[in-house]
C-alpha cells in the first residue's frame, strides 16, 4: 500500500494557514495534534468555523465528527466569531465571593446581553473564565488580554463603556 | 553534557553573577505581572544605563515571593530587601537607594509571619531565578541531582529514596509517589511514558501556576529523575491553555534543555534518552482527571474512562505511563538531593514534606505560601495570612475547590495533613485554600461549586450528568426561599447517589461541598428554607417563611 502524502489545500488564500500548516508540521500530521491545531486555528483567526474543521480533520486525517466533537467539547474553543473586544471576568471561588458575579450582572446590564454573547455590532464579547489562578488579584477581570485586578461593577461597566462609545468610524 | 560540563557552566555562572555588588529582581509572574511589573523592570533597566549603572548592578525579572495582592515585588539583593507595589516611576528611589538606606516607604517586612512561618522546599529558590535563564537554574545546582541519579544511582535506588521519603500525591490525593513509581517501573512495555499533570483545574488554585512559571526548569529536572527511575523516555507537561505564561517559560525551558544536552538522545554519555513535549489543554476541569487527561493528550474530548486498567498499565496509547502533579515532581529533586530522611523529618507521622497553598478570598495576605505538613488551619489563616480583613469575623476556609469542603472554625486546631482533612469532612486537594468570613451564604457557595461541577461534567456517566444538574435545581430553589425540607432530603439522597455511583473523581466528589456545609452550616440551610432568610443577606428570597 502506498503512504498518502496528499497534503489538504487550506480553505483560502489567507496568509494566516501558514500557521496552521506549521503547527501540524510540527506533529507529524499526527491525529493526536489536533487540539493543538485547533488552538493555532483560534489564534490566528479567532473562532472556529465549518470551512477551518473541515480542513483540520482532512488534513490530520480524523473523521470531521471528531473535530467537531473536540472543538465543542472543550470551553476555549468557539464556534463562533468574537467581538473586536473581549472581556472575561473571573468566577473562580476568590473571585466569586468577592463579587464577580455583581461585576458579570453589571456587565451584561451594561452591554444588553449573556454571558458568552457577543454584541449585535460586534463590539464586545462578554465572557466568563472559571479560575485565572490570579487570585492574589480577585476580583479579576481581563480587558483585551490585559488582566486587571481588584475590580468593581463600576469600573468594569467604565471600561465596557469606552470599547461600546469607540466605533470604528 | 556531563557533571564536570555542569559544574563548570554553574562556576562561571556564579563569577559573573559575583561581579555585581547588586542584584536587582523584579517578579514577572501573572500577578504583578497584571500589576504593571514588567513597566517597572523596564524602567529599571533603562534609568540604570541612564546612570551606567549597568556594571555594578544585575536587573533581572524572577519569580513570585508570595504575597501576590501586594505586587509589583522588587528584591535587592544581597541586602534581602524586599519592596512591595512597586510603581514604574519608583526605579529612581530605588536606583538611589543602593549607595544609601532602602526606601522605607516601600519596604515589606520579611521577617514579619508571613515569610517566617513557611517552609520552603519546592519555592526554596524564592523567585530569585530568572525563569528564562537555565544557566541560572544550573548555578544554583540546578541538574545536578539528575545527573547524579543518572550516573550514580540505579533507577531501583531511586525508586527506593522516594518510597521511604513518604512523599505522597501532590495532586491531592496523596497517594505514595514512590508506590506509583514502582508500579510504572514493574509494568512491562517496548515504551513508557511520563505525564505531568499541569492542569490546575480547582477555582482558587495556582500553585502549579506559579511553580511552572517561576521553575520550569525543576520541573523537567524532576521529570527527568522519574523517567530514568520508571523507564521512560518520552513525556508531556499537560497545562491548561489558561497559564499562557507558564506554557511560554516551560517551551522556552525545554528548548533550552535539549540544547545543553539535558533533554534527547544519550544523556550524559548513558543510554538514557528523553523526549519532552507540552500539551495544551482548551478549558475542561475534567481533564485533571488522570484518564481524561490522556485522552485530551491524544488529541481526544477528555471524558475519563472507567480504572483499572490504571496508567501505570495501559495509559498513553496504550502503554504504560507515570502521571504526577508539578508539585510532586518539583519535591523529587529535593528529596534526590537531600536524601528521604531528610525529607521524612518534615510533616507529620503520615502526611510527610510540606505543601503549597494558594491563599485567597477574604484574607489580608493573598498569595503563595509553602508550610510544613501539620500546621494548624489557624495558624495559616490568622498568623500567615493574617485575619480577616475589616474586622469581619471568619466563618469557614474552603479547601480542594469543588471536590473538597468548607471547615469552620471549631476545626481551625485541626493539623494540615491528608488524614485530618479528609476527617472533618474536607480534602487536602491540590493546595486551593479560601477563607470566607460572615458575608459569605454556605448554601450560595455550595450552590457555586455544583454549578461548576454540573457545567464541568463532561457528561459521559448518568449519576454525574444529571445528578449535578438536579442537586444544582434543589440549591437554586432553596437560595431562591422556595425550598422544602422534603428538597432537603432529596439533596441529601441525591449527595449520596452521585458519590457513590459516579465513574470518575468529578462526580464522587461533586457533593463534597454540599454535605460538607450541610454538616456545619445547616442552620443556614434551614434560615432559606423555614424563615426565607439568607442570614448572610446574599441571596435574595422571594417566599413567605413558614410558621412550624
Redesign the interface.
Same mark, same amino acid.
Given at each position: 500500500m502506498q503512504a498518502t502524502t496528499v497534503i489538504a489545500a487550506p480553505p483560502s488564500e489567507d496568509k494566516r494557514w501558514r500557521i496552521v500548516q506549521t503547527a501540524m508540521r510540527r506533529h507529524g500530521f499526527?491525529?493526536?495534534?489536533?487540539? %493543538?491545531t /485547533?488552538?493555532s486555528v483560534q489564534s490566528a483567526f479567532g473562532y472556529l468555523d465549518e470551512a477551518s474543521l473541515r480542513y483540520v480533520a482532512q488534513s490530520l486525517h480524523?473523521p470531521l465528527s471528531?473535530a467537531y466533537?473536540?472543538a465543542t467539547?472543550?470551553? /476555549?474553543?468557539t464556534l463562533k466569531q468574537q467581538g473586536a473586544h473581549t472581556c472575561v471576568v473571573c /468566577?473562580?471561588?476568590?473571585c466569586?465571593?468577592?463579587g464577580g458575579q455583581q461585576i458579570l450582572a453589571a456587565l451584561e446590564q451594561t452591554t444588553g446581553i449573556h454571558r458568552g454573547e457577543t454584541t449585535p455590532d460586534k463590539q464586545v464579547s462578554l465572557m466568563v473564565?472559571?479560575? /485565572?489562578?490570579?487570585?492574589?488579584?480577585?476580583p479579576?477581570v481581563v480587558f483585551d488580554e %490585559?488582566?486587571?485586578?481588584q475590580n468593581t461593577p463600576e469600573n468594569a461597566v467604565h471600561r465596557i463603556n469606552e470599547w461600546l462609545n469607540h466605533e470604528p468610524g | 553534557m556531563n557533571p564536570d560540563e555542569l559544574r563548570e557552566i554553574a562556576t562561571k555562572r556564579r563569577e559573573q553573577q559575583a561581579q555585581f555588588e547588586d542584584h536587582i529582581i523584579v517578579c514577572t509572574g501573572?500577578?504583578c505581572?497584571?500589576?504593571q511589573s514588567e513597566q517597572v523592570l523596564e524602567n529599571l533597566q533603562s534609568e540604570a544605563k541612564q546612570r551606567g549603572l549597568t556594571k555594578r548592578c544585575s536587573i533581572t525579572g524572577g519569580g513570585c515571593r508570595g504575597l &501576590?495582592?501586594a505586587?509589583p515585588m522588587v528584591t535587592v539583593e544581597p541586602e534581602h530587601i524586599l519592596y512591595q507595589g512597586v510603581k514604574p516611576n519608583d526605579a529612581t528611589a530605588i536606583l538611589d537607594s543602593l549607595d544609601n538606606q532602602p526606601v522605607e516607604r516601600l519596604r515589606c517586612d520579611t521577617e514579619a509571619p508571613f515569610f517566617a512561618r513557611q517552609k520552603k522546599i519546592v519555592l526554596e529558590h524564592n523567585g530569585m531565578l530568572d525563569p528564562e535563564e537555565i544557566e541560572d537554574y544550573i548555578a544554583v545546582g540546578g541538574y545536578t541531582t539528575f545527573l547524579n541519579v543518572l550516573t550514580q544511582m540505579q533507577p531501583s535506588e531511586v525508586i527506593e529514596v522516594v518510597r521511604r521519603s513518604g512523599l505522597g500525591g501532590r495532586g491531592g490525593a496523596g497517594y505514595s509517589t514512590g508506590l506509583k513509581w514502582s508500579t510504572v517501573a514493574k509494568a512491562a512495555g517496548r515504551h513508557k511514558f511520563i505525564v505531568c499533570n499541569g492542569d490546575?483545574?480547582?477555582?482558587?488554585? =495556582?500553585m502549579d +501556576?506559579s511553580v511552572m512559571e517561576d521553575y520550569p526548569y525543576r520541573v523537567i529536572e524532576g521529570m527527568l529523575i522519574a523517567a530514568y527511575a520508571v523507564g521512560a523516555d518520552e513525556g508531556f507537561i499537560y497545562v491548561r491553555?489558561?497559564?499562557p505564561l507558564a506554557v511560554k517559560r516551560l517551551r522556552h525551558a525545554i528548548r533550552e534543555a535539549e540544547k545543553y544536552g539535558l533533554l534527547g538522545l544519550n544523556i550524559a554519555g548513558t543510554p538514557f534518552s528523553m523526549k519532552l513535549d507540552v +500539551?495544551?489543554?482548551?478549558?475542561? =476541569?475534567v481533564c485533571g482527571e488522570e484518564t481524561a487527561l490522556m485522552a485530551?493528550?491524544?488529541? +481526544? +474530548?477528555?471524558t475519563p474512562r472507567p480504572r483499572p486498567p490504571y496508567p501505570a498499565e495501559s495509559g498513553l496509547w496504550g502503554f504504560p505511563t507515570l502521571i504526577n502533579n508539578v508539585e510532586t515532581f518539583a519535591n523529587v529533586v529535593a528529596i534526590l538531593r537531600e536524601g528521604s530522611d531528610w525529607f521524612a523529618n518534615i510533616g507529620t507521622e503520615r502526611s510527610k514534606g510540606t505543601k503549597v497553598f494558594?491563599l485567597?478570598?477574604?484574607i489580608n495576605h493573598? @498569595?503563595l505560601i509553602e508550610v510544613p505538613m501539620g500546621i494548624t488551619l489557624r495558624e495559616i489563616v490568622f498568623e500567615i495570612g493574617g485575619g480577616i480583613p475589616g474586622g469581619r469575623k471568619f466563618k469557614a476556609v474552603?479547601t480542594g @475547590?469543588p471536590s473538597g469542603g468548607c471547615i469552620p472554625e471549631q476545626y481551625l486546631d485541626i493539623p494540615v495533613d491528608y488524614a485530618s482533612l479528609a476527617q472533618v469532612g474536607s480534602i487536602m486537594g491540590s493546595g486551593?485554600m479560601?477563607v470566607?468570613d460572615e458575608?459569605?451564604c454556605m448554601v450560595d457557595?455550595a450552590k457555586? =461549586?455544583m454549578e =461548576?461541577c454540573m457545567s464541568?461534567s &463532561?457528561g459521559k456517566c448518568i449519576p454525574c450528568r444529571v445528578g449535578t444538574a438536579q442537586m444544582y435545581r434543589l440549591l437554586d430553589k432553596i437560595t431562591h426561599g422556595e425550598g422544602t425540607l422534603d428538597d432537603l432530603q432529596l439533596l441529601e439522597d441525591l449527595c449520596d447517589m452521585v458519590r457513590h455511583t459516579s465513574l470518575c473523581g468529578l462526580g464522587q466528589a461533586a457533593p463534597n461541598p454540599v454535605l460538607s456545609t450541610l454538616r456545619y452550616f445547616r442552620d443556614e440551610y434551614l434560615a432559606h428554607i423555614v424563615e426565607k432568610r439568607c442570614p448572610a443577606g446574599v441571596c435574595s428570597l422571594h417566599g413567605e417563611a413558614v410558621s412550624l
Open positions: 499526527s491525529p493526536n495534534a489536533l487540539i %493543538e /485547533l488552538h480524523v471528531r466533537g473536540v467539547f472543550y470551553n /476555549l474553543f /468566577l473562580g471561588t476568590a466569586y465571593i468577592k473564565a472559571r479560575c /485565572l489562578g490570579t487570585c492574589g488579584l480577585a479579576a %490585559e488582566v486587571a485586578g | 501573572t500577578a505581572h497584571a500589576a &501576590c495582592a505586587g490546575e483545574g480547582d477555582p482558587g488554585a =495556582f +501556576r491553555a489558561e497559564y +500539551r495544551l489543554g482548551a478549558g475542561a =476541569f485530551s493528550i491524544e488529541g +481526544r +474530548r477528555g494558594a485567597s478570598g477574604q493573598t @498569595g474552603q @475547590g486551593g479560601i470566607m458575608t459569605s457557595v457555586y =461549586f =461548576f464541568e &463532561c
